[in-house]
């Protein structure tokens, strides 16, 4: 017994030593500037890439070192923990409602997304479909989702942001489809969703399920999780692009609060700007996000076809409205379910 | 003699008092007072409307219904395993001494990745179990298992030194007075290890009501089906409804506690009836 307690206490103790060197308790990097980027998950690689760009400019610009710590995850947890006090300099998020919802605690001016070009979306995504090889079940479009033979995989739009953008994409192709015939778009996307066995909490869990358990015919994504998962997997899936899709705008700002309290501002936005820069685009462009400058657009057309897309704020008024009426709780993607 | 108030042979009771008082509520009593106090934030009648919706209602009938299952479940076996474990000597007896802890150690997340991977209709035990009718992943089997994985050390280990020190030579006197072995087990044995199995009961479903992290690889989500409240808690979150989530917390909690207070009166009640018997 003892020697088990014994065991026990050097084995916590490790654990700590371990966190610590781990997590940096040790000496850490002096820098002039330090800047904390919130972001969401998928957009990981290609800030480590652009964040040395980036110190690289700046110290050439102003002489000045700066580090760039980063954070990823869920877009709207993120979002909450920027809320509840994390010392974000800027947020770098997968939609604007996340930002929104930071805005109205007041950290952001409620302006905030006119402040960039192109919406302050510096590379944007859309929605693809992920079929097996050779295509088996015949995906070509919308429409073919809510067919009674094909199981869909797709998250649950409750948890997870690409999951909204998901159900939004259906329902605008379906309102388009059916004149926006309301009755006709609301039995469509139950139909839709009838043919989901399984609703990850998010869009890599998505993935996985399609693709490591071979559940489902179709699997809804990010076009951009798609292509890294086709250049992984490229023999097993192939991409099928509908006639129609949703922009999907991951949305940048500066959290005012925090850079004024810091006196970050000045660096903080230049780091915002130099998302549009020639090297940025590109970057974009080559970690699988469509570079919001035509130019580079343009460049890669073989790697992302030209789609017919619309927005939120066009199809839906907004993310607070499409929020209201499709997600709030009792919303119409529950009585999808309450309905049986 | 005459007999004083009786000194404590340790000394500090002050001290260590103040600082469990400290660290209790530093960690335990100011947060979830915390949550009690959040929950208010939204009125009577929106707490009851969003802790009483057919889907959350739902979810405590998967979440409170599969958690009593696994813990139930874990009592048995894990009596079983326990028992085994303590009282026969086996090749590799340590190694699997060992492997108890590890649902304690693993992080759950991890957990709940391999425990689909393997009980998905493609994955290695799935592909037997589906053939026959079992749907071991992606429904309420699938959560049973994974609350059942991380429950069972507590069990285990909450009954290895109670049938440690359990008297073999008992067992021994009641065989030689003429009882049967069955009536050996039930009439010895089992009441003197009912109290500890309680006890791991009430550890095993206290942990698998909490569960998040192995549960939604296992579990598909599906609305009214296989959506544990924890996840309805992480759904409220999402949607930036604090409030919500920490209602229904509450509401969660509250149960909980009646529900852990029940066995620990049933478990009382077993100790008091077994002493009075010996």
């Known amino acids: 017994m003892k020697k088990k307690k014994v065991r026990s206490a050097a084995f916590i103790l490790t654990s700590i030593l371990i966190a610590c060197l781990v997590s940096g308790c040790g000496p850490r990097e002096r820098a002039d500037i330090e800047l904390l980027n919130i972001s969401y998950d998928p957009t990981r690689e290609f800030y480590l890439e652009f964040n040395r760009a980036f110190a690289e400019h700046w110290r050439e610009k102003t002489g000045q070192s700066v580090i760039i710590r980063q954070s990823h995850g869920g877009s709207s947890r993120q979002a909450r923990y920027v809320i509840d006090g994390a010392p974000a300099d800027v947020v770098t998020l997968a939609l604007a409602y996340d930002i929104d919802a930071i805005a109205r605690e007041g950290l952001i001016d409620p302006d905030w997304q006119r402040r960039l070009p192109f919406n302050s979306a510096p590379y944007h995504s859309t929605l693809a479909f992920l079929v097996r090889r050779g295509n088996p079940a015949g995906i070509k479009d919308w429409g073919d989702l809510a067919r009674e033979d094909v199981s869909v995989i797709t998250p649950n739009p409750k948890t997870s942001g690409v999951a909204r953008w998901n159900y939004l994409a259906a329902w605008g192709w379906a309102a388009r489809e059916f004149d926006d015939d309301e009755d006709l778009v609301r039995d469509y996307i139950t139909r839709f969703y009838r043919n989901v066995p399984v609703l990850d909490t998010g869009a890599r869990g998505a993935s996985t399920t399609f693709m490591e358990r071979g559940i489902g015919d179709v699997l809804v994504n990010w076009e951009n999780e798609l292509l890294l998962a086709l250049r992984r997997r490229g023999d097993d899936f192939e991409i099928v692009i509908p006639s129609v899709s949703i922009r999907a705008e991951p949305t940048v700002s500066l959290v005012d609060r925090n850079v004024d309290r810091r006196g970050s501002r000045e660096a903080a936005r230049a780091y915002l700007e130099f998302l549009y820069s020639d090297f940025a685009q590109e970057l974009a462009g080559r970690h699988f996000f469509r570079p919001s400058d035509p130019r580079f657009l343009d460049k890669h057309r073989d790697r992302y076809p030209q789609i017919e897309m619309f927005t939120v704020d066009e199809k839906f008024g907004g993310w607070e409205p499409a929020t209201e009426k499709h997600f709030r709780d009792g919303g119409l993607f529950d009585r999808i379910y309450l309905a049986r | ?278």
Not at chain 2, 166 to 185: K, V, Y
């Open chain 2, 1 to 278: 003699m005459k007999t004083t108030a009786p000194r404590r042979v340790i000394p500090g009771f002050g001290l260590t008092f103040g600082l469990t008082l400290t660290y209790l509520g530093l960690l335990v009593l100011i947060p979830l007072a915390g949550i009690f106090l959040k929950s208010a934030g939204i009125g009577w009648q929106d707490f009851w409307a969003a802790t009483t919706s057919r889907q959350v209602v739902a979810s405590y009938r998967v979440s409170f219904g599969i958690s009593l299952a696994a813990a139930a479940a874990n009592m048995v076996f894990g009596c079983l395993a326990a028992w085994s474990i303590v009282r026969y000597r086996f090749p590799g007896r340590k190694f699997i001494d060992a492997l108890v802890d590890l649902p304690f150690a693993l992080p759950t997340a991890v957990a709940g990745i391999a425990l689909t991977s393997l009980y998905a209709r493609t994955g290695w035990l799935g592909s037997i179990f589906y053939p026959l009718g079992l749907e071991t992943a992606y429904s309420r089997l699938g959560i049973f298992i994974a609350l059942t994985f991380v429950g069972l050390p507590f069990v285990i280990r909450t009954l290895q030194p109670v049938i440690a020190d359990l008297d073999i030579e008992i067992e021994e006197a009641a065989a030689s007075l003429g009882a049967p072995r069955f009536q050996t087990l039930w009439r010895v044995v089992f009441p003197a290890l009912l109290p500890a199995m309680l006890t791991g009961f009430a550890l095993a479903f206290a942990r698998a009501l909490g569960e998040y992290g192995s549960v939604i690889f296992i579990s598909g989500n599906m609305p009214l089906r296989t959506e544990i409240t924890p996840l309805v808690i992480v759904k409220f979150l999402e949607q930036h409804q604090v409030e919500h989530a920490t209602a229904v917390a509450v509401f969660m909690l509250v149960c909980s506690f009646v529900l852990l207070l029940g066995v620990n009166i049933l478990q009382r009640w077993s100790e008091s009836a077994g002493a009075a018997r010996a």
